[in-house]
Every structure is written in C-alpha cells, then in structure tokens.
C-alpha cells in the first residue's frame, strides 16, 4: 500500500498539487485521471521519487519514502516497476537485452536462469519470439508490452505505468489493460495507472483518482462513476455527446 | 572632467554589483542605483552581468557535484565493464581513422612550413626531423588529437546522454535504482582516459609519417637527413608530457560534454545547443588547460 500525505509542489510561481492526500492499494489498479496539466504526471514521478514534493510525504508501507537519501531509497526502488509514456526502452538493445537488463543489473541469476525468466516473462505479454528484435522494428503497442516485462521482470510490490494507453488503438489499449489487470490481481501488487483513457476507467479503475487543478476533486470505483453527482468527473469522463448518451440509456436502464 | 565622472560610475557600479551577494540592505540599494544608471535588469533585479556570473557558478558546482556522484559504488562490476568496453571500441576504433588522417597532414605541413622557414640559413636539414617530431609530440598529438574528438565523440556523448534523457530512459534506469551517474558517466570517462592517450601515440606517429612523405616526395630533406632528425635530442619526459596532456584532455572533453547532454531539457533544439556547447566548451577549456600545463610541465 502506498499512502500520500498533504502531497504539494510548486515549481516557481506555479502550484501544480496543492495538498494531495490519497491511498493506492494493494492489488488494485489504482487509477490518477484528470485533464492534461492537472498534474497526474509530477504526482506520478513524486510516487517514485524523480521528482521531489515542496512539502508532504509519501509512505510505502511504513516507510517514509521523501525522508529516505538516494541511497536507501534503492531498497524500496528494487520492489518498484515502471512503464513509461514513450516505454524509454535502451535503443542499442534488442527487446531480450532490454527486458533482461535489471536481472543483469541486480541478480546474481545464472545465464540459463535469465533466460528462462526472459522467456517467461515474454510469454506473459505476448511477445514470445521478439527476443531478437530492437525496439525500432516493433510496434507502438509491442514496445509498450516489452516496457511492461522489463518492469515485472523482477517480481515487483509496486508498478507504476505513466498512461500505457497513449498512441494505440482501442483493441491494443484493451489488450494493454487487461495485462496490467492480470498481473495486479495474480500478483497481488499495488498498481498506479496515470491515465486520461475512459476505456482504462471504466474496464479497471478499482481506485480512481480524480486531479482537477492540482487537487483531489473525487475518489471512488469504476462502479461508482456512472452514479456519482460530482460535476468535474462527469464533464471529464462523459466529455463527448456520444458518452453522454450511452451514460443516459445505461441510466434509464 | 567627462572621464573622471565615467570612471566614478563604472566604480561605482563595480561596487554595487559586489554588494549584490553581501547583504540584502546593501542590493536593495544597489537595484535601486541600477535603475538611476539605466543598466538592463532581468526579472528578479539582477543585471545580465549578474545573472551571467551566477549561472557560471550555478554550472560550475554542479558540475562538481556531477563528478562527485560519478564516484559511486557500482550495482555490479561486469556490467560497467561491459558499458566501459564498449565505449572504448567507439572512442577508440571508431576514431582512428578521422585521428590518422588529421594527423598525416598535420605532420606534413608542419615539414612543408618548417622546411620554408629554413630556406637558405644555415641550420642543418635534419632538424626538420628534430622539429616533426617534438612538435607532434608535445603540442600537436594531443591538442588536435583533442580537439578533433570533443567535435566527434564529445558531440557525439551530448547527444547520447540528451537522448536519453528526453526519451526518459534515464529516469528509467533511476526508477530501477541505478546510480545514473556512474552507470552512464563513469565507463565513458575512464574509457577516454585509457584510449585517447592511446590515440595521441597513434597520431604522433602518423604526423612523423606525414612529415616524412612530405619532405621525401617533395625533395625537401633527404630520406637519411629526416631520420637523423627523428632520433637527435630526443628527450623521454616529452612523451609523459604528451601523456599528461592526453589524459587532462580526455577527462576535459568527455566530462564536459556528458555534463552537457546529462542535464538536457526541452526538446530538439536544445539538444542541438547542448551538443554545441559540449564541443565549445571542451574545446575552450582544452586550449587553457594546454596553456597551464604548458607553464606547469615545461
């Protein structure tokens, strides 16, 4: 479990949280949603620690994690995975090099066991046989998936993903999802999605979090949504006329 | 009576600029004196003078600081091996050619100009040889060695480093716990270090060989006259100084400009601009260290 205390970070003059105070559970997909610019993206890279909060705290479990030197925070940094926008997949490396790299960096694991944990994972994302591809020659979708064996290879507590949605169509947004959902629930991991996808709400959203102008503006489950009164998750999540239909039939039903 | 007051202002502006950094008091009235003399201010009342000294200070101690952090303990040895190996191959192998060639005509010319200043007096031809070689050996394989590689390698670690980071492949490796620093910074500095003193040895021979060819195709010194001048007065410490030189130039040039691309933000353009400043700046601090060394070593 990860909880955030009176989360703020201003840069200049510019507040962008103004005092966030949330719970990310374990095995759940915790969900951060909001316009562009409400401030999922600093919020997320305060969580692992790429970006330092004005003031507020970030627990992992009882651990203060703001309050923990670039040293210890390596203890806590070995249970974290993260998929990033753009994957930030190494180039020079093909997509085994790439998924292998944190067991060639923290394991003592043999050759044969690394490759038998590569393949393995692969096979979790559905990417068996791309081992010798470089990320240039694989899809947008591919290279998402290889983003999210390396950031599981190493049987992390925490997954972090900054929106694993972003520039793919509907069916791989889907297939993406439902991956990230499966190794929560099997893993029994705490998972934070930063996303703006209304597919990724309403299909995995266990705990959502709604940023609006760098403060918390409501809270609840992918079941609470349709139901919910509160004025800025409606206008963001049923944004276009043809939402708003299907939320007016689904509630008329 | 004109120059007396100009020099009274420019005093006086010396002063208050130094006030500046005393007291608060002190820059309040400073700022306020600006105003009276017109000088162009920036947001937070600093004058540009200003804020272009405190950006000198800002880089130089996190520049410090980079190379202190670059000094941490390994996650695991093989593996900055492996980075370290790798970053020699393209230092080193991916250099020498662009090295050889820079350094051929280098030396040939050098002979050609020497031979022309020679012309008619009275000083045996075979110091043409003599000159050749410590000239290449001293000054010239290291300097242009240098030089020639903060524009190809330095550029060339700028742009890598800055990639990286906008592709956020380093926040990447940071979330994974890697020191980020040393992983990246460390294998390519002391790669540098070890080959790039290789790659002098190469190019002062290349630049005798060029000499050699220069003067013998073009009849300028005999073949035996421009050897006896390779082997006459030959001193061993000017081959620790082309050493030293390498080395202080390596670390310079490789440090710089993984400064530079370390620390990029924005996008292309300031990748672009970074990568000009690794080569600017190498090149800047290559030639005064050249300067120091050249008073300290000889």
Known sequence: ?253 | MKSNRRHWKSSTCFFLESSLFSKKSASFVAISRFKCFGIKRNAKGLSNKNTRTLNLFFHFGRYLIFIKNMFARPEKLSMYWKETTRQMIDIGIGSLVIIGLVSVFIGAVTAIQFAYQLGGSSIPKYYIGYIVRDIMIIELAPTFTCLALAGKVGSNIAAELGGMRQKEQIDALEVMGVDTTAYLVLPKIIAAVTVIPMLVVVSAFMGMAGGYVACTVGNLVSDAEFMQGLRVFFDPYNIWMMQIKAVVFAFLLTSISCYQGFFVTGGSIELGRASTSAVVISNILILLADYILALLLT
């Open chain 1, 1 to 253: 479990m990860i909880r955030i205390e009176n989360i703020k970070k201003q840069f200049g003059d510019q507040k962008v949280l103004k005092g966030v105070t949330t719970v990310f559970e374990e095995g759940k997909t915790n969900l951060i949603i909001g316009k562009s610019g409400a401030g999922k993206t600093v919020m997320l890279k305060i969580l692992v620690g790429l970006i330092h909060p004005t003031s507020g705290k970030v627990w992992y479990g009882d651990t203060d994690f703001t309050a923990l030197n670039t040293k210890e925070r390596k203890a806590i940094r070995s249970e974290m995975g993260m998929l990033f926008q753009g994957s930030a997949l190494f180039d020079s490396m093909t997509v085994e090099e790439n998924v292998r790299f944190p067991l060639d960096m923290f394991t003592a694991m043999t050759r044969a066991e690394k490759e038998r944990k590569v393949n393995e994972t692969l096979d979790r994302v559905e990417l068996t046989g791309s081992n010798n591809k470089y990320p240039s020659e694989v899809s947008g979708g591919m290279q998402k998936r290889v983003g999210i064996a390396r950031a599981i290879i190493l049987d992390p507590k925490f997954l972090f993903c900054d929106e694993p949605n972003s520039g793919l169509d509907p069916t791989t947004s889907m297939r993406i999802d439902e991956l990230i959902r499966n190794i929560t629930m099997e893993n029994k991991i705490t998972t934070v999605i930063n996303t703006h996808d209304m597919n990724s709400v309403m299909e995995i959203g266990d705990n959502i979090n709604l940023l609006h102008l760098g403060e918390l503006a409501w809270v609840g489950n992918r079941h609470e949504v349709i139901d919910s009164d509160n004025k800025l998750l409606q206008d963001f999540i049923f944004a276009s006329p043809f939402l708003q239909r299907l939320r007016d039939a689904a509630i008329k039903k």
